[in-house]
């Protein structure tokens, strides 16, 4: 389960505020979509979420972990649960497809003799097997983010977070990468979606959260990205 408890987060001393009070849940193997106009604070609770910045005030609570407490190096044993893909991919320009994935194994400390296996199962996953040679310059941008999504599932983390990870893609590629997140989270897989796209909330009809100014201004369990 994922608890934010009364939680703001604020800036210069108190000057912004990139979240306002919110508290929310979000039960294991549920697909939520946090959605909101850039600015928002959507970035802010990914953020949060795998202890990158801690809150102003309140609490975030993963699983067994309260997070704004951990210690620098408790951390790295949260992030393992917790798989997170970004719009601009962050792939290893000198690595190719395969490489890149084994290399979140790798670094984890994962056996060796177990790494091409899962490896091969993730790319299996995104529908990427007869690219595990390619370079990233040699995948189209839809391609790219599936492997930064293979890479995310690798370890099999209880949770997938995918901050606007089709904001640089065409509707086509945006499609892909949504059904491999729908797919993902129909293996039990917890996703959360952070999106400004209003097509993709709307043909997903599932749980949508609502930012503006940092507040949460709706909550509904089978949404659309709509105010109504």
Known sequence: MIYFEDVSKEYGGGEYAALRDITFKIEPKEFVSIVGKSGAGKSTIV????????PTKGRVVFGEYEVNTLRPKELPELRRQVGV???DFRLLPTKNAYENV???LEVAGVPERDIDDMVREALDLVGLSDKADNFVHQLSGGEAQRV????AMVNHPKVV???EPTGNLDPLNTADVIK???QI???????ILTTHNKDVVDRLGKRVIHLDGGRIIRDAAKGKYTLA
């Not at 989270?185 to 996703?191: A, E, S």
């Open 47 to 54: 953020r949060l979420l795998i202890g990158e910045e801690k």
């Open 85 to 87: 893909i970004f719009q």
């Open 102 to 104: 084994a290399f979140a």
């Open 148 to 151: 930064a999504l293979a890479r």
């Open 161 to 163: 977070v995918a901050d």
């Open 180 to 182: 491999v997140l729908e």
């Open 185 to 191: 989270n129909q293996l039990g897989t917890t996703v």
